[in-house]
């Protein structure tokens, strides 16, 4: 299956809007300047997807942006944050931050999760993944060419933090059980720029 489109916004707006009214799925991306004060950088970000999100949430289903409310909370899943006063639309969201971009997923009729990471070519990522991603696929990205072991890592962790985010669950250390409870997510490549590798999961509601 070829990678799921990403829309850059705003540049792609009516494209992204024709996506969630055709495919009821759509994923945006919005690269985020570097700034001096991360706090006001996060801030601003976060300004720009949720309008982003009510944007295409009014303009796809004929609603005004007195009915949607999309808080931030530290630590919670943005779909937990969303209220939207449309009982007929079953609506999910997910977003996710990395240095210089930022993506926001909308699905309507299914669960949700999106992520994205760096491809670092210094990082040592062996510790990492044995731990949060456990033997079988660290074993996999060590048998990759040694040229696409970070990719392979950046989208291996993208895999396990949509998973995550789309059963609302915390990042957690791997277990045989956490495995086990993520199974009945499908998962899809993102087309992102250069430099990063991304993973949207889906499961029915």
């Given at each position: 299956m070829p990678p799921l489109t990403v829309h850059a916004w705003p540049e792609q707006r009516k494209l992204?809007?024709?996506?969630?009214?055709e495919r009821q799925l759509v994923i945006v991306s919005i690269a985020s300047k570097s700034s001096a004060d991360k706090a006001?950088?996060?801030n601003l970000i976060r300004q720009q997807i949720r309008a982003a999100l009510t944007d295409l949430l009014c303009s796809t289903y004929h609603c005004s942006a007195t009915q949607i409310n999309l808080k931030h909370v530290p630590g919670q899943a943005p779909d937990k944050n969303l209220q939207i006063t449309l009982p007929d639309y079953?609506?999910?969201i997910s977003i996710g931050h990395e240095q210089g971009l930022s993506i926001a997923a909308i699905c309507h009729g299914a669960t949700v999760g999106v992520d994205l990471?760096?491809?670092d070519d210094q990082i040592e990522w062996q510790a990492v993944a044995q731990l949060y991603l456990g033997k079988r696929r660290s074993e996999q990205i060590s048998d990759a060419p040694?040229?696409?072991?970070?990719?392979?890592f950046a989208f291996e962790w993208a895999v396990q933090e949509a998973k995550l985010k789309c059963h609302g669950r915390a990042l957690a250390e791997w277990s045989p059980q956490l495995a086990s409870a993520l199974e009945d997510c499908t998962i899809s490549t993102l087309n992102l720029p250069q430099g990063y590798a991304g993973a949207l999961a889906l499961r029915n509601a």
């Open positions: 992204a809007l024709q996506a969630l009214a006001v950088a996060r079953p609506i999910s990471a760096r491809i040694l040229s696409q072991q970070a990719y392979c």
